[in-house]
């Protein structure tokens, strides 16, 4: 099933992202987590794709299709493109195709010194246009609501964005943020733009301060002084991190399910004890 038919059925969605684990002995291991997150029955889990390698790649697969088969749950897979060619993505949409996979998270990826960046594709848009011209594919987009770190500014950053819609992008899921207000601004500002795809806001859980401050670094997302306060106090404190943090992610999760709102994306981490907590305190909510 394409993701975007939930969008027609339903006023807004529930996902989770998990990530492969590191060795393939490893994917048992995440039954825990999937265990956890599909009791809510979420309309589709989205897979991290992993870069710099095909048996990385193959992992991704691996738990797609756990997702969809062993849970039935749809699977949208992450794709990401700076580092591969044209017949590097034809290889992995053609097992995607034959895996009965449908949904794809088209990315340009993130600069890595130790990766060779090749030419056929810059930016995540090329990436989107190429996937709806190879196959019958719904392609999700990401989005930045404190724009991606390489913008010149909000304006190109809509614009662009804007830009990975008009090439297919039918949902976009957005990179992490703390400060609510922040989201509702950029959709405003999409909506202006004529970008009228569900536009679904992505929240991580702060339980590990080293982290999400590595995190924050590299999508360049803010700190409320009511967040940072919380950092400052608690982060030599993991107990207090933990309680303090889900709950700050619970007050956001909250604020937005009374918004007029797409959906919630929660970035699990592979971590069953954030997704049990998040599950618990939304459960009647959602």
Known sequence: M?????YEKKKRSLSFEVFPPKKNS????????LEVLCELKPDFISV????????????????????????HVEPVVHLTCLTYDKQEIDAFTKVLEEEGIQNILALRGDRNPDLQEK?????????TAYLKQKGDFCIAGACYPECHPESE?????????????????EVLISQLFFDNGCFFRFVDDCRIADINV?????IMPVINASQIKRMVTMCGASFPERFQKIIDRYED?????????????????????????????LYTMNNPAVARKICEGIRHII
């Not at 490893?26 to 987590?33: P, Q, V, Y």
């Not at 991290?48 to 849970?71: D, P, V």
């Not at 500014?153 to 992008?169: F, H, M, P, Q, W």
């Not at 569900?198 to 992505?202: A, E, F, K």
């Open 153 to 169: 500014n909000r304006v190109s950053e809509i614009r662009n964005l804007k830009t990975k819609v008009n090439a297919g992008a």
């Open 2 to 6: 394409k993701i975007t038919e939930v």
């Open 119 to 127: 030419d056929d594709f810059k930016h995540a848009s090329d990436l």
């Open 26 to 33: 490893e994917l048992k291991s995440i039954d825990a987590t």
């Open 237 to 265: 404190n993991k107990d207090a991190l933990f309680d303090a943090g889900m709950s700050y992610a619970l007050s956001q999760i909250i604020d937005l399910l009374v918004s007029d709102i797409d959906g919630i994306h």
């Open 48 to 71: 991290t794709f992993g870069a710099g390698g095909s048996s990385n790649r193959n992992r991704t697969i691996e738990l797609a299709k756990k997702i969809k088969y062993g849970y």
């Open 198 to 202: 569900p536009v679904i806001p992505g």
